[in-house]
């Protein structure tokens, strides 16, 4: 099965208690197709400026992923510049260069046309919209979004969210965009404005998936994957993003979805970001083998299971 | 088995977004004594002043609490006054009356000497290691306390420390207790002052206990309970000591003590703690019954547990 993400591929310059970094290479799609890239196909849909190498790009290809619908447009690659205190679950955001990402219209290849799965990373709603509305063939849809959507957008975005079979947020974002301070209810809210399933990550402490009712053969019970401790968290760019990579490739690796193919997604979602904080940048998620993410697997199940 | 609980009866006057209550009955051993009686005796040392009733009293030998142990002083009882936003892990302390508390000197009474466990509820550090030292054949001391102790109290804190075989803390206090923003790292040095476990509450995100190596027969990897999604936090007073009372409680209902009960505690911790928190004071955890417990152990496995 193979995956489309629609996304940001970016440069990232930043700062954490380890140590900083300049123009290394991240953004949504860049994390979430090296995570996915582990479980199935992967395709990227995105643009970049002058400034991205063909080294950059060898990042990708390297690990088998579809770059053909990366544009390559005049001017230079979107540049985050931030920064992480002592609280690293917590970002100060110092620059954002949108350059070429300011224009992008994401134009869908037609070797893609087939794609199984498709994940819209955090863009612009109407973007994802436009994207989701070209992809009808697909059998689960992934997307993601941010609080300056959920703040200065609503229309688009509900728009978006009717489009969307599993919605990954985290605790802040979901709260706001359902105006609830409790996360079940919140969670029933947003899942009324189109998603059948909503995760809602808890950062250092894992995540959650609320389900609709008679969704996936669910009986409603939420379901909670951890997040591992680890003891020096280098960089914790792009752990949402390989989290969803790990959890939409996992799903697009087996022959059917349903709750119990969700849960073990949730768990490898979990797994997946948590490599991609132990380094800087993509560092840890352009070499991982499959018995040490089957090995971490392990170490979540002992994490959180009775017997 | 039987557990002894040496801390504060008190009364509670809060707010929360569900509703107010006027000096209800609260206090670290009435929460910790009520949640532990559903596995175990269990016994309570304290200080309560005139203005505390027969009734409030009865709330704990109704559930066969003994409460021989809780003295009665002139003057008034500790009287906690708070407030709670929409952030229910945050409590907003108003007022703090400590009253008969102030000059609080727990006295063991001579049947409470065979007591098999032992619980140091948050008290002054100083008054904690007198009792644990007064009680050398227990098989197992419990501690908790709060960062007033760990900021201004240091050196009285870290004798305490070890004398606690499991001290149970939120992350907070851990961070601040270790100097370290790291929680496996402070865990590691939290335990090097004395504790063979330290339990990590994490709110409404469950628990993680860490084991030191070699302890417990644990291999050395952390447990992680969750805490269960509710849709109404009606008052999250008690939810930390409802937690340690399930623990210690479900910890001494057994016949051993190893990494296998431990877990199992933990996840008794969260489901007391669910309880708790679902109506105002001690309520909830007045009348359960052991079905209650049960059914909701269920549920934080179905939660959890990928099979």
Partial sequence: MSILVVGSVAFDTLKTPYGERQKILGGAATYFSLSASYFTDVRVVAVVGEDFTAENEAVMTKRGIDT???QHAKGKTFHWTGEYGENVNEAKTLNTELNVFETFQPSIPAEYNNSDFLFLAN???????????????????????????IGGHRQNLEKMLKGVDVLLINDGEAKMLAGDNSLPRAARRVMEMGPRALVIKHGE??????????????????????????????DPTGAGDSFAGGFMGYIASQGKIDRGVLKYAMFY??????????????????????????????????LTHLD
Avoid: C
């Fill in 269 to 302: 979602g979990g797994v997946m970001g948590s490599f991609a904080v132990e380094r800087f940048g993509t560092e840890r998620l352009q070499s991982l083998s499959r018995e040490e993410i089957d090995s971490r697997f392990k170490i979540f199940r002992e």
């Fill in 68 to 70: 053909r619908g990366i």
């Fill in 205 to 234: 402490y894992g995540a959650t998936i609320f389900f609709r009712d008679h969704e996936f053969g669910a009986e409603g019970h939420p379901f909670r994957a951890p997040a591992m401790p680890i003891d020096e968290v280098r």
């Fill in 123 to 149: 863009i612009d709603p109407v973007l994802q919209t436009r994207v989701r509305d070209s992809m009808q063939k697909v059998q689960l849809v992934g997307g993601d979004t941010m609080n300056y959507w």
